[in-house]
């Protein structure tokens, strides 16, 4: 006994050595990956403009498949005039402080709002108008800001017409239209925003007025535009706080663009002449500011802030996480049955059933579930209806998976069990829920965990339908803050969480220890 605990401490002491090893190894990668970038920034060579690939007419991916857009276009003459190379870097919306933050783009430049953003980043000059406008359909009745009331609105996450109902410089009026409405959902993109009006799942759509001109222009005659505005506001190019010497290189040039009319023929070209704000009154006063105005909460006081806003989220994450293992477990042993059926075309029903689930992502198949019923069958679909595809396509996804687990579980019971009961008078239903199903239940208990552990992590993909739970909420959080602190919050969670479920499940393995 002593010399196995010697054995197992010795084999700790080189796992943890080894793990050190890996992780020294890592760090030193990325250090020296982050200091040639940096060296690459530093010579001028590389100029790396993070965008939202999804956000026409400012930046998008054409029919070709390159990224075009007028944001993209004064990048690319920025970069020319002084002799650098543009890097096209596509990011995630919510993920675009980490990006900067981290050194890995140089820039945020895709009709970013300064309003309310002041303080975050170091600004350009503002070089464009914008105001939020409404989409709606063309027959929808909705005429005016105010018939918005008891209707469900979106936007898209950490967007200027999100701030402009929830942020801390939203207006009383703004805000009383808020609190008007039905709900206020937040999606990724806006191609998923007109997915959601088109299906009727939502009533109206706020957001920028150049992004909407172009879609209106896109989709043809569907949808509408409301003449009244929620908010108005000025687009600039935000730059790592601090970091003024590329911002002051990237300022010159615009300016010189100005004055050459350079500017003013790419703003022609994509149809935003009416909205360019360069060079006039006002448009300065984010660009000369400091950052003596920041006032710094302490880490203690950050951390139970973001407890605090993430809390809706945690209860969300905990109801998908709940309500799938209770439809997908005996689901899934139902299929298992339909699996294992002596009838032919049964079988081949639920071959094809868990082939399809497990072939395709998730995210797709939320999809399909959430819109199927709209462009399929024709139907309207609901505001609530929002949550039940979610559960819906949790279920149905991981259903197929503890189905194999159950099956493989199944056929692990040797044959003579089954001759034995038979000896013993036992019918097929009492062998299976007697003598087979206690035994399997205790086999198959460390892949379920696994899967369960699974499904803790996968809540997150609830946002593809609209659905804010807790890490979509720390993203939000993490994009509002300019932190990458809500994201180890939301890190700390699913670990705890995940620890409490091993355990738990660890503890159900040693209870059915007596079935051997």
Known sequence: MQKQKKNYKKHLFLWLLLCSLLVGCG?????????????????????????????????????????????????AEV???????????????????????????????????INGRENAYTWSKA????????IVKSDAKIKKLK???????????????????????ATAENQELCASFADLQQVSDYNSAFMNLESGSVDAICMDIGVASYQIEQRGDAFRMLEE?????QYGIGFKAGNTKLRDQVQAALDEMLADGTFASIAEEWDLSDCICLGEEGTDSAYRQDDSSIVKSTFGEKVISIMKRLSGGILASLAIFLLTLLFSM?????????????????????????????????????LVVFFGPYYVLGMTLSSRYRFYAVIIGFSLNYAAYFAEIYRSGIESIPVGQYEAANVLGYSRIQTFWKIIFPQMVKRVIPPVTNEVITLVKDTSL???????????????????????????????????????????????????????
């Not at 956000?55 to 070709?64: I, R, T, V």
């Not at 070089?127 to 409404?134: A, F, G, L, R």
């Not at 032919?344 to 992502?361: C, D, E, K, M």
Request: aromatic share 14%.
């Open 147 to 169: 018939d918005l009331a008891g209707k469900v609105v979106v936007v898209q996450a950490d967007s200027s017409a999100l701030k402009a109902f929830t942020g801390e410089d």
């Open 27 to 75: 760090s030193a990668l990325f250090a020296e990956g982050h200091r040639t970038e940096a060296a690459a920034s530093d010579d001028g060579t590389t100029f790396t403009v993070g965008f939202d690939a999804e956000f026409p007419p400012y930046g998008y991916k054409n029919e070709e498949g390159e990224y075009v857009g007028f944001d993209l276009d004064l990048a």
């Open 127 to 134: 070089y464009i108008d914008n105001s939020q406008v409404v």
């Open 229 to 233: 505005q929620v908010s108005s506001e």
């Open 79 to 113: 970069c020319k005039r002084n002799g650098w190379t543009l890097v096209k870097q596509p990011v995630d919306w919510d993920s675009k402080d980490m990006e900067l933050n981290s050194g890995s783009i140089d820039c945020i430049w895709n009709g970013f709002t």
């Open 330 to 366: 005996p689901l899934g042993l139902l299929v298992c049955m339909l699996r294992k059926s002596r009838f032919g075309l049964v079988q081949w029903i639920a071959r094809i059933y868990i082939s399809i689930v497990r072939g395709t992502p998730l995210m797709l198949q939320l």
């Open 462 to 516: 609830a946002f593809a339908l609209a659905y804010t739970e807790m890490f979509t909420m720390a993203k939000q959080v993490a994009a509002a803050d300019a932190s990458i602190l809500p994201l180890f919050v939301a890190g700390v969670f699913y670990y705890v969480f995940n620890f409490v479920v091993a355990i738990l499940m660890e503890q159900l393995e040693k209870k059915m220890q007596y079935f051997s």
